[in-house]
């Protein structure tokens, strides 16, 4: 690991990792007028934490991202997506009717919009955390005790 | 790009091609041994169906592919493959004959089925007509979002998503419950990285 056959590998992957974070915000943001959404935008910001966590080690990269922040994550997303759909009942709505978000009459749309956005908000979330969880899971899992560890 | 998409060949043998490389890795698939020589075909199996998808227009679905199939898949599977053997046992030849059959009889099955599709992009087909015509002429006046996809899947079908969200979330949730959460092998690794002074297991992927 401390030698410097990787080091190609770790300059492109330092080069290539924000890209690719910003390539999924974009996804992300940009998914209610082009293909892809926040179920993709998710994938792509965990395959950046996994990128770097392939490149520059696991135990990095569970520092910068710690387990609990990625399963607290998922969690939160649901809480939001589940949250817009209570928020249009207290307005007066069905669940999850966008449109009794801020009370606008028939033909506005804003309610429409922002609902989206923020559903979406809410998978991103829960799908980058969930993915996140699934690869500690499994990369961070100590397997059998080794003769050397003897 | 487009001019070589619009011409009668083009589709079909870009279609051809990217069907027979497919062919090819799935057979490749099913006859290694080696584990991770396996999961870095899947990988390529996954960027080429992208690909397929994206050269008959369904890119959502490519890039999903792409990004979950290629980047994701892969990145769990070598995470996998590190708590297992590196090969897969060989198995007895004719064991490998049930499958056999079943798959040939699914395939021919399929093919048969297939002689009733309709045409690609054809604009009498029952999903151009039906109620799909219909999200398509409703969409912007009931909700001024321009994709039609995301429309569908956030306003009209918001439940199904939702469904699908708490699904993501309690598959990494069983997943991180069955195999642990990370952290004691975090402490481990951390321990094993001061211990050997940076030689730990980690990365070695």
């Known amino acids: 690991m401390k030698g410097d056959h990787h080091v190609i590998l770790r300059v492109i992957g330092k080069c290539f990792i924000p890209l690719i974070v910003i390539y999924g915000f974009y996804v992300q943001f940009h998914g209610e007028v082009g293909p892809g959404g926040a179920f993709q935008a998710g994938v792509v910001l965990a395959v950046a934490i996994i990128l770097n966590s392939l490149t520059f080690g696991l135990a990095p990269t569970m520092r910068a991202v710690p387990p609990v922040f990625a399963r607290t994550l998922a969690a939160v997303g649901v809480l939001i997506y589940v949250g817009v759909g209570f928020w249009s009942m207290i307005q007066g709505g069905l669940f999850l009717e966008y449109q009794a978000l801020f009370g606008e009459p028939p033909g506005g749309h804003d309610g429409q919009h922002a609902g989206i956005i923020i559903v979406e908000l809410g998978v991103l979330f829960a799908v980058t955390g969930a993915m996140i969880t699934i690869f500690y899971a499994l990369a961070g899992r100590v397997g059998e005790i080794r003769d050397e560890d003897w | ?205």
């Open chain 2, 1 to 205: 790009m487009r001019e070589l998409f619009t011409t009668d060949a083009g589709p079909a043998l870009i279609n051809i091609a990217l069907l027979a490389i497919l062919f090819i890795v799935a057979i490749a698939i099913a006859r290694l041994r080696s584990l991770f020589a396996i999961v870095m075909l899947s990988g390529v199996y996954s960027v080429v169906s992208a690909a397929w998808y994206i050269a008959v227009d369904a890119v959502d679905v490519g890039y999903t592919e792409a990004a979950v199939g290629a980047g994701m898949s892969t990145a769990v599977l070598l995470g996998a493959m590190l708590l297992t053997a590196r090969t897969a046992k060989p198995d007895k030849p004719f064991k490998r004959l049930g499958p056999l059959l079943i798959c040939g009889a699914v395939a021919v099955m399929l093919i048969y089925a297939s002689v009733d599709l309709p045409g690609l992009g054809d604009p009498n087909s029952p999903a151009n007509t039906g109620a799909g015509m219909t999200y398509v002429h409703v969409n912007w006046y009931d909700t001024g979002v321009p994709n039609v996809v995301t429309s569908v899947l956030a306003s009209y079908r918001g439940f199904d998503t939702m469904g699908e969200t708490v699904v993501v979330f309690v598959a990494g949730l069983a997943v991180a419950m069955l195999l642990g959460f990370g952290e004691r092998s975090l402490a481990e690794t951390l321990r094993n990285t001061k211990k050997r002074s940076g030689k730990g297991k980690e990365g070695d992927a």
